[in-house]
């Protein structure tokens, strides 16, 4: 079992930044992938990022590479998403979610967080 809260959401303008932060509680946390998602209203639920095991791979949506990093601390049970010249897209609740396998697909993870909400003004 694997608890997850993100953190760091907010308001920020065009062209800011913004740090997401996803704590773990849990055995094994380096056991697991851990992947963000996002969903805006009236949208589905659409993949940002995700790291590995080790954090050694990470893989990002097209929307937000070269924008956005990933960065994970095992002795620390924590994720980092760090979003760089945010767009008013970006607007949506961001979920952390830990899973067994490095893949996009929101349906192979096994344990998600409640969101953090980040909101872009243009």
């Known amino acids: 079992q694997v608890h997850l809260v993100e953190s760091g959401g907010g308001l920020v303008q065009a062209g800011g930044s913004l740090r997401l932060s996803c704590a773990a509680s849990?055995?094994?946390?380096?056991?697991?992938?851990i992947g963000w998602f996002r969903q805006a209203p009236g949208m589905e639920r659409e993949f940002v990022a995700c790291i590995s095991w080790a954090g050694s791979g990470t893989n990002f949506a097209d929307s937000v590479k070269d924008r956005f990093t990933l960065s994970r601390d095992n002795d620390k049970n924590m994720v980092f998403l760090q979003m760089n010249s945010l767009k008013p897209e970006d607007t949506a609740l961001y979920y952390c979610?830990?899973?067994?396998?490095?893949?996009?697909?929101?349906?192979?993870?096994?344990?998600w967080g409640q969101g953090t909400q980040v909101t872009v003004s243009s």
């Open positions: 849990g055995r094994a946390f380096s056991d697991y992938v």
């Open positions: 979610a830990a899973g067994r396998r490095f893949v996009r697909s929101a349906g192979e993870y096994d344990y």
